[in-house]
Each structure stands twice: as structure tokens, then as C-alpha cells.
């Protein structure tokens, strides 16, 4: 144990009574939902680089948190690790995500990355066999350090993709190692500032020849997890050439790689792209590529990504409605890639921030179940496309452009529009939530 959290008790649940803030008021990992435990329908985890590693910092200001670990040599990297099980063993998180630049210190070279990268590896695997913490995924930090500036798979200097991608097997190496569920590839700088000097073709095939090495890698090691991309629309760069979901899956299927990769959604970016939350986690499963999300939410106000602890359980409840109705997860999971406010100093508030938010999920997604279970909203649904399945339905289907219009000037077809019933469906589900 360390000293960080001080006398910050195990963190249990005590219901929606309890007036105590250091306890659950709705996450109940043993509760049963919708035929699973709850524990195993979310998933959670804690994302090592905004609870560990970030200092506080923003594009106006420096470091405001004071965190003992702050700083070089592994010894630190050790103590950080230590604060982290610790923490994941008083919230009783089942899983932790982390890049290799979270947990380890940049070397002078490549091969000092490795070996540090290794040690903590090794020192993970101790802890996770103490605290049955286990690893959601792993991934690369390939945007932080100035050699990425103009991306890592996509760079017009083939240097660094090679340094890219033996950051990447290093990651993959560990993710294996210590039995991750997935391995995660995030382009944070895979994307362009301006055309004036960009060649789209080119960087789009570097980027499928980096994507191709680390599928076939998967296979060579015998990794049995999945690996996702995750989308985002821009920040840092002006374009990122993942932007949403359906960017990805035109990706994936313009070099035939849809059936060998999904996709990690987070909320934050699908808002940046535009869309909702539920929208992209709806448009993957269509496409059968939902694989796992990151739950955080932005501030409305701003129009960056803030990665804010979720609050807000009808958006929850939409997300995992469709995370339940799709399925749930299988490898994936829910990942807080959510940080503190740079005021939010104590190590109290590191805690009580995932208190929240586990609840937050607890209840949307009793709520999800409750919505699925009431059926009612699939039923309209499916009353709404009733007419395809009709024989004349069918017909209409299969009909040539030419058969449809003979048919359509044979019989005065005369379309009458029917309504949508939008408000109504709404009401049904803030009447559905409120009672979950």
C-alpha cells in the first residue's frame, strides 16, 4: 500500500440511500442485469495516462497537479504504478488501459525504451496477479514526442515509420504479456494540416501497410484479442484521417481489412465529429465492428475535446442501449479515458470522479436493460418498417427501376405519409429511465 490516497476507505456499495460519498450508490458489480452481472456487462477501466500521468496542464497554462511520481527514472514509474493498483484496488476496477509512454520514462534511445518498457511490464504482471486487476488494452503513444509532429504510420519520413512500428510491437508485446483483451491503434496525429503539402493516396496506403503489419503481427504471436481503431474528427490536427466511423469502415474496406478490426468509440469524439454517441456505436454494429468505447463527455460550451467524467444517465443509457441491443461486449469494454479538472487537486477527487462515473454507468445501464426488457421501443421500430415485409413489400424490392414505375402507373399508387411518432418514442424513454 502507499501513502497517496491516505485514509480513503475501500469504496463499496451501499445504495441509493447512503449519504455517504465514498460508497457506490448504483454500481453493485454482483447485481444481475439483463442476465449478466453488472460487473461483466461494463467492464470498467481506468486509463492510466488521465489518472497517472497527465500533470494538469492545458494549451494556456502548466502543471497544477503535485503528484510524488512526477518525473524521470523507473523507480518513479514504479511508485506510479504502485498508486495506480492501489487505487484500482479501492475502487475494485476490473481492468486498466495504458499507452507506453504512461508508464515508463523516455530513454535516450529506442533500446532504452524497450528495456524500461519491458521492466514495467514485469511489474505490472506482479500486481495484476495480487489485485485481479487485468488489462482492457494496450496501445502506443505515437503523437506525443516531436518525431511524430507529422504523424507516425503516415509520416513523410519512412524513419519514423519504422520507429513507429517497433513502438508498436514493443506495445503489442506487452499487451500479450500481460493478457489484454484488445490493442488499441489511435492516430492522434495520423492526418494533415494542409493539402499544400500533402499526397492523400500515399499516406492512406502507408497508413493500410502499418495497419496490415500489426494484423499479421496479432497472428504471429497468437494475440487472441481484438484490435481496434479509434475514431476521431481533428485536434490536434487540422483532419485526421480517422474521423468517425463510417470513415473507418470506408478505410478498412477500401484494403479489405473489415474483418479483422473494429473499432473503440469514445463519446467525446463522436461529438466532435458531429454525430451522437449512440449514432456511432449504432452505425458500427450495423456494420459489425463495435468493439469498445471510452465513455467521457465534452463541455457543450467548448468545442474541444474536454474528457470530462460522464453525468448525464439518459445519454448513458442511449449508449449501452445500443451496446445491449447489439449484443454487449465481448472483448470490449468501458474505459474512463476521462480526467479531473486541473482545480481538482486531492487525491480524494481522483477518486470520487470514478465513483461517479461507474455509478453514472450503473444506472444507464440498468436503464438500457429496462428499455430492451419493456420492448415497446423495438416494437414501433419494427411497426414503422412493417410494410417490407409484406409480400408486395418484397415485390417492390426486387423490382427493376422499369417494373416499379409500370407498377406504380398501373395501380395509381397514391402514398399517404405516416407519422414518425419522435415525441412520443421520447417520452417513452424518459418514462422508461425514470423508473429504472
Known amino acids: 500500500m502507499t501513502s497517496f490516497f491516505g485514509d480513503i ?30 460487473e461483466d456487462h461494463l467492464r470498467l477501466a481506468v486509463a492510466y495516462w488521465h489518472s497517472f500521468a497527465w500533470e494538469g496542464g492545458d494549451p494556456f497554462g502548466g502543471r497544477t497537479f503535485d503528484r510524488p511520481w512526477f518525473g524521470d527514472g523507473m523507480e518513479l514509474a514504479r511508485l506510479k504504478a504502485d498508486v495506480a493498483f492501489e487505487m484500482f484496488r479501492l475502487l475494485g476496477q476490473p481492468y486498466f488501459c495504458f499507452h507506453d509512454a504512461d508508464v515508463r520514462p523516455e530513454g535516450q534511445s529506442f533500446a532504452e525504451n524497450l528495456r524500461n518498457l519491458e521492466e514495467i511490464t514485469d511489474y505490472f504482471a506482479a500486481k495484476m496477479e495480487t489485485t485481479g486487476t487485468q488489462l482492457l488494452w494496450g496501445t502506443a503513444n505515437l503523437f506525443s514526442h516531436r518525431r511524430f509532429m507529422s504523424g507516425a504510420a503516415t509520416n513523410p519520413d519512412p524513419e519514423v515509420f519504422a520507429w513507429s512500428a517497433a513502438t508498436i510491437k514493443a506495445c503489442m508485446d506487452a499487451t500479450h504479456k500481460l493478457g489484454g483483451a484488445n490493442y488499441v491503434l489511435w492516430g492522434g496525429r495520423e492526418g494533415y494540416e494542409t493539402l499544400l503539402n500533402t499526397d492523400l493516396g500515399r499516406e492512406a496506403d502507408q497508413a493500410a501497410a502499418m495497419l496490415s503489419k500489426v494484423i499479421d503481427y496479432k497472428h504471429k504471436i497468437g494475440f487472441k484479442g481484438t484490435i481496434l481503431i479509434e475514431p476521431k474528427p481533428q485536434e490536434p490536427t487540422k483532419h485526421q484521417y480517422d474521423f468517425d466511423v463510417a470513415t473507418v469502415y470506408g478505410f478498412l474496406k477500401r484494403y479489405g481489412l473489415e474483418n479483422e478490426v473494429k473499432v473503440n468509440i469514445e463519446q467525446g469524439h463522436a461529438i466532435l465529429a458531429g454525430h451522437s454517441f449512440e449514432h456511432e456505436l449504432a452505425l458500427a454494429a450495423s456494420l459489425g465492428i463495435l468493439g469498445s468505447i471510452d465513455i467521457n463527455r465534452n463541455d457543450y460550451q467548448s468545442g474541444w475535446d474536454t474528457d470530462q467524467f460522464p453525468n448525464n444517465v439518459p445519454e448513458v443509457a442511449l449508449a449501452y442501449y445500443e451496446i445491449l441491443k447489439s449484443g454487449g461486449f465481448t472483448t470490449g469494454g468501458t474505459n474512463f479515458d476521462a480526467k479531473l479538472r486541473r482545480q481538482s487537486l486531492d487525491p480524494e477527487d481522483l477518486i470520487l470522479a ?14 438500457a436493460a429496462a428499455l430492451l426488457e419493456d420492448g415497446r421501443l423495438e416494437k414501433m421500430r419494427a411497426e414503422r418498417y412493417a410494410g417490407w415485409e409484406t409480400d408486395a413489400g418484397k415485390k417492390i424490392k426486387g423490382a427493376s427501376l422499369a417494373e416499379l414505375s409500370d407498377m406504380v402507373l398501373s395501380s395509381d399508387l397514391r402514398p399517404e405519409p405516416k407519422s414518425g411518432r419522435q415525441e412520443r418514442l421520447e417520452n417513452l424513454v424518459n418514462a422508461v429511465i425514470e423508473k429504472a
Open 9 to 38: 476507505p475501500q469504496i463499496r456499495y451501499e445504495g441509493p440511500e447512503t449519504d455517504n460519498e465514498f460508497a457506490f450508490r448504483h454500481y453493485n458489480p454482483d447485481e444481475m442485469v439483463a442476465g449478466r452481472r453488472m
Open 354 to 367: 470514478h465513483v461517479g462515473g461507474m455509478d453514472v454507468c450503473a444506472r444507464g445501464l440498468k436503464a
